[in-house]
């Protein structure tokens, strides 16, 4: 049933409904994205160079990053420090 994707709500009941925000959709973030949808997140990125095909593929929706402060319950940043994400 796994394997369908028939997860037990006891499993990811937590998970489902919840906005899911990342910071940076490079490798590792798109990496959190798929395994979040698995999930039943909800999932929005704020990325400064995006990948509009993966994005539209794996239903991330793409929004400013104060947007994303306002509407996640959940941030995860995955942005290497440099001098425009260093206070981040």
């Not at 990342?22 to 999930?39: D, P, Q, Y």
């Not at 039943?40 to 402060?69: H, K, Q, S, T, Y």
């Amino acid at each position: 049933e796994t394997r369908k994707g028939n997860w037990p709500w006891r499993a990811v009941g937590f998970a489902r409904g919840t906005t899911l925000g990342i910071v940076g959709l490079g490798r590792i973030g798109k990496a959190v994205a798929l395994r979040a949808n698995a999930f039943g997140f909800r999932v929005i990125a704020a990325e400064i160079a995006p990948d509009v095909g993966f994005c539209e593929a794996n239903r991330v929706e793409l929004v400013p990053f104060e947007e994303l402060l306002r509407r996640a319950d959940v941030v995860t940043m995955h942005v290497p420090k440099t001098p425009l994400t260093k206070h981040m």
